[in-house]
């Protein structure tokens, strides 16, 4: 049975986690949109599972990571521009 898009966004909420204390660990003043980050993260997860055809044989977080991180790196850039 194949999952459903909700059980991929929900089943790795915890790599969208992970990857946001990651760039926090990086940059500390990232805290402040920790929220907007973690959102983004979600966004990509729910892109990634729309556009996912696990018949190519990848797993679903090695086609995801590049959306979520994708997505994060938008809302990073857009906090930061003036």
Sequence with gaps: MKPTEKQ???KNI?????????LIRKNPS??????DLISAGIEGLVVA?????PEKGFSFLTYAGH?????MMEVNNSCYKL
């Design 8 to 10: 991929y966004v929900e």
């Design 14 to 22: 915890d790599f969208v986690w992970s990857e946001t204390l990651k």
């Design 30 to 35: 990232l805290k402040e949109i920790q929220n």
């Design 49 to 53: 599972s729309k556009r996912f055809k």
């Design 67 to 71: 959306w979520v991180k994708q997505k």
